[in-house]
């Protein structure tokens, strides 16, 4: 996660305030509006369902999803898109997505 944020802070720093904001808010247990968290559906993983998730701000997009590990409830970063103009997810971001989270799924 700190990797996508410094990426952000270098490529769009006008968003890093916000997506820190609303990453710490989900962090001690929030309700989030869909302008800052939204489900971008539920797809399946090796034979589980998991729920995938958009963070946003302005026009970035964190896509991953949430997960407990280690007894923790993580949310897992698997994609970022830095010039989100639509309010839709792009079909192949969310593609990507879902493919990297194999990993803590399997």
């Not at 007894?71 to 593609?95: R, Y």
Request: aromatic letters at 10%; hydrophobic letters at 40%; a positive charge.
């Amino acid at each position: 996660m700190k990797a996508a944020y410094d990426l952000i802070k270098r490529k769009k720093p006008q968003c890093s305030g916000t997506l820190k904001v609303t990453f710490s808010r989900w962090l001690d247990g929030f309700n989030l509006t869909p302008n800052q968290f939204k489900a971008e559906g539920t797809h399946k993983i090796g034979g589980k369902s998991v729920s995938l998730y958009a963070m946003k701000a302005k026009e970035v997009r964190f896509y991953g999803a949430e997960l407990v590990i280690g007894g923790v409830l993580s949310f897992v970063l698997t994609e970022v898109e830095l010039n989100k103009q639509k309010n839709k997810a792009d079909p192949q971001k969310l593609k990507n997505a879902v493919k990297r989270l194999f990993p803590f799924i399997a």
